[in-house]
């Protein structure tokens, strides 16, 4: 995804305390090429967001495991975290979109 956008110039983040549904939009980032929503994986609260990210979007593209997260989550049912991918399982589902 980070390849299709490019670089990343703004990220509009939810709010701390918002409630979302799996499957819901909360946020978006702009590129030099796009604007793409963000959409939660999983239904829960938001517990942070990552205020760095008002000054400094490019972490997103430089450090998305590190210090360019964007929100944090409790999440409604635990169980849900089964759903997610991890970051090698990830990368390898975007290899295969991309064959």
């Known amino acids: 995804a980070q390849n299709a956008l490019g670089d990343i110039v703004f990220a509009e983040l939810p709010t701390i305390e918002d409630e979302i549904d799996a499957g ?3 946020g978006s980032v702009e590129s030099v ?5 963000l959409f939660m994986p999983v239904s829960g ?3 942070a967001v990552n205020t760095e990210l008002k000054d400094s979007p490019e972490l ?4 998305c495991y590190d210090d360019g997260w964007v929100v944090r989550i409790e999440l409604s049912n ?5 759903e997610l991918l991890s970051p090698e399982d990830y990368e390898a589902f975007l290899h295969d979109e991309e064959a």
């Open 45 to 47: 609260r938001i517990i």
């Open 78 to 82: 635990p169980d849900d975290s089964a």
């Open 24 to 26: 819901d939009e909360f």
């Open 33 to 37: 090429k796009a604007v793409s929503s």
């Open 60 to 63: 997103i593209n430089e450090e």
